[in-house]
């Protein structure tokens, strides 16, 4: 099994700050996903990516996929208490898609 | 809007008794998989299946078995329950290819007594 790291694990911020949230690995992937999960809820896909280098923007997080497709990073630009959650890294390999999960980071975004 | 269900929310069962975890998807998906998710853990996959009838077994079998019978339902079973099984469990969906990511349900927490 991949393993998958996930940094920081723990992320306590003021509204309208910045954050960048990592995520990474020895191995290759054919592709990553990003994740939220909100308290007793299943986890909802955030972005895809599959091509070393990617870059990727949803609104105010900006995705991007290393070179090497072994690492990826998630920024938030002014983030806002709606963002509060716990982020998923997800590595995909081989054709089959069997992911495997970081443990995630758990992000609050304060008022 | 398309969905992943989880039969029941909350479940308390006692120990050894057999406990059936059913999961739909209405996405016509070909993926099918089942996570435990604990504090501390992440993540964990249990088994998945990549169409009907058949499975593999994930990082953490032990104590469960599956059945997919049909291609939208996908069911985990606790053959004797354990309170070390107590977790929230997870089913989702995918298409196959790497780039599709999975649709989850909202999970069913167990607690095992």
């Known amino acids: 099994t991949q393993l998958l790291e996930q940094s920081p694990q723990f992320l306590s911020i003021q509204e309208g700050e910045n954050l960048t949230v990592y995520c990474n690995s020895s191995?290759?992937?054919?592709?990553l996903q990003w994740y939220r999960q909100e308290p007793g809820e299943g986890p909802v896909l955030l972005v895809t990516?599959?091509?070393?280098?990617e870059v990727k923007k949803l609104k105010r997080l900006t995705f991007q996929f290393g070179d090497a497709r072994k690492d990826s990073s998630l920024h938030i630009t002014a983030a806002q208490p709606g963002d509060t959650g716990l982020y998923l890294c997800?590595?995909?390999?081989?054709?089959?898609?069997?992911?495997?999960f970081g443990i995630g980071t758990k992000l609050q975004v304060i008022p | 809007d398309v969905k992943v269900t989880q039969s029941s929310r909350y479940l308390v069962k006692r120990t050894g008794e057999k406990v059936f975890l059913e999961c739909v998807q209405d996405?016509?998906?070909?993926?099918m998989f089942w996570y435990r998710q604990d504090p501390g853990l992440g993540l964990r996959l249990i088994y998945f299946?990549?169409?009907?009838?058949?499975?593999e077994k994930g990082d953490i079998p032990e104590g469960y078995s599956v059945s997919r019978e049909k291609k939208e339902r996908f069911s985990l079973i606790l053959e004797s329950a354990s309170t070390n099984q107590t977790s929230m469990y997870l089913c989702?969906?995918?298409?196959?290819?790497?780039?599709?990511?999975?649709?989850f349900g909202s999970g069913t927490r167990l607690t095992v007594v």
């Open positions: 989702a969906s995918s298409h196959r290819g790497p780039m599709y990511g999975y649709t």
């Open positions: 191995s290759v992937f054919s592709s």
């Open positions: 990516v599959v091509t070393g280098g």
């Open positions: 997800a590595g995909a390999e081989g054709g089959y898609q069997k992911v495997t």
């Open positions: 996405m016509d998906h070909e993926n």
């Open positions: 299946s990549y169409d009907v009838k058949m499975k």
